[in-house]
T-cell receptor, first 115, second 110 residues
Framework: NAGVMQNPRHLVRRRGQEARLRCSPM?????VYWYRQLPEEGLKFMVY????????ESGMPKERFSAEFPKEGPSILRIQQVVRGDSAAYFC?????????????FGQGTRLTVV | AQRVTQPEKLLSVFKGAPVELKCNYS??????LFWYVQYSRQRLQLLLR??SRESIKGFTADLNKGETSFHLKKPFAQEEDSAMYYC????????????FGKGTKLSVIP
């Protein structure tokens, strides 16, 4: 099992462009969580998804950010019209059940730089 | 709202010396506490959780509800312990959102 795979590892976007971050959970995991880490900060929860459902998006900025976890394929975190403040490391984690019952496994993250 | 505080951004100790990484939390209910570790160029991984009361790689952590602390300790530091350590909290029944501290970088000097 290759673990949680995130790609790309590094992404550079100009202001106003779109950023798409991908997360392939571990095999057999149907729960996906996205976290954002701003420079010098801890990881902050963004969104929790199960297959085809957004369970909790309370940590997502209200505008420009969206997430999906389709029946087939990876989970996608999409940031439209990026701004400099979106520069951060974005981490995805997956678990077979909710994180309370089981350990959530993290990916290596995508480092987004907006220039 | 819950919060996790790790007061030390960087902690340097000599090999063989005791290590204590501090973590304090604020939460009114009964939290579940975790320590995560990130070695250089590797992904974040769970080190230990308070409910399992295990010792992993020589590390232990005791939840002190009176002092709202969950400090990570190891009696004798090894060079391979050098890493970034994050304390995290899971709040309340049915919760799945981890609240992380800002992390402490541990550097073990040979």
């Amino acid at each position: 099992n290759a673990g949680v795979m995130q790609n790309p590892r590094h992404l550079v976007r100009r202001r106003g462009q779109e950023a798409r971050l991908r997360c392939s959970p571990m095999k057999g995991h149907s729960h996906v969580y996205w976290y954002r880490q701003l420079p010098e900060e801890g990881l902050k929860f963004m969104v929790y998804l199960q297959k085809e459902n957004i369970i909790d998006e309370s940590g997502m900025p209200k505008e420009r950010f969206s997430a999906e976890f389709p029946k087939e394929g990876p989970s996608i975190l999409r940031i439209q019209q990026v701004v400099r403040g979106d520069s951060a490391a974005y981490f995805c984690a997956s678990s077979p059940n909710g994180v309370r019952e089981t350990e959530a496994f993290f990916g290596q993250g995508t480092r987004l730089t907006v220039v | 709202a819950q919060r996790v505080t790790q007061p030390e951004k960087l902690l340097s100790v000599f090999k063989g010396a005791p290590v204590e990484l501090k973590c304090n939390y604020s939460y009114s209910g009964s939290p579940e506490l975790f320590w995560y570790v990130q070695y250089s160029r590797q992904r974040l991984q769970l080190l230990l959780r308070h409910i399992s009361r295990e010792s992993i790689k020589g590390f232990t952590a005791d939840l002190n509800k009176g002092e709202t602390s969950f400090h990570l300790k190891k009696p004798f530091a090894q060079e391979e312990d050098s890493a970034m350590y994050y304390c995290a909290l899971l709040s309340g029944a049915g919760s799945y959102q981890l609240t992380f501290g800002k992390g402490t970088k541990l550097s073990v000097i040979p």
